[in-house]
């Protein structure tokens, strides 16, 4: 288990109000998947219902991702929900999103 799921954020870090939204759209949209990843895992975790995750990691495992970028701390719930939010958005394939993953959201992150 994470002891503090916040560390695992590169953008969201617990304020009510998006920090990013007049400023830069591409952070806005992060902070905000961040934000639902983390309302998300507080209610599974309140309410032992783990459909909304469990559907994103269904997915994420159907396209062969489970050992995908496995070394960093962003946990595979958070990961199955960006792939699940960039490749729709993008009509992205799975080699889209890793090239995205590694070199935009990782290389770019603010912590």
Same mark, same amino acid.
């Given at each position: 288990?994470?002891?503090?799921?916040? /560390?695992?954020?590169?953008?969201?870090?617990?304020?009510?109000?998006?920090?990013?939204?007049?400023?830069? /759209?591409?952070?806005?949209?992060?902070?905000?998947?961040?934000?639902?990843?983390?309302? /998300?895992?507080?209610?599974?975790l309140d309410n032992?219902?783990?459909?909304?995750?469990?559907?994103?990691?269904?997915?994420?495992?159907?396209?062969?991702?489970?050992?995908?970028?496995?070394?960093?701390?962003?946990?595979?719930?958070?990961?199955?929900?960006?792939?699940?939010r960039y490749c729709?958005?993008?009509?992205?394939?799975?080699?889209?999103?890793?090239?995205?993953?590694?070199?935009?959201?990782?290389?770019?992150?603010?912590?």
């Open positions: 288990m994470i002891e503090d799921p916040l /560390q695992c954020c590169r953008y969201y870090n617990g304020e009510k109000e998006n920090p990013f939204e007049d400023k830069d /759209q591409n952070n806005a949209m992060l902070w905000f998947y961040e934000r639902c990843w983390m309302e /998300q895992r507080n209610l599974a032992d219902n783990y459909r909304f995750l469990f559907d994103m990691v269904k997915e994420y495992m159907y396209y062969g991702l489970m050992m995908f970028a496995d070394h960093d701390k962003a946990p595979v719930t958070l990961k199955s929900l960006l792939f699940n729709h958005w993008n009509y992205a394939d799975v080699d889209e999103f890793k090239y995205w993953y590694n070199n935009t959201y990782k290389a770019e992150a603010i912590r």
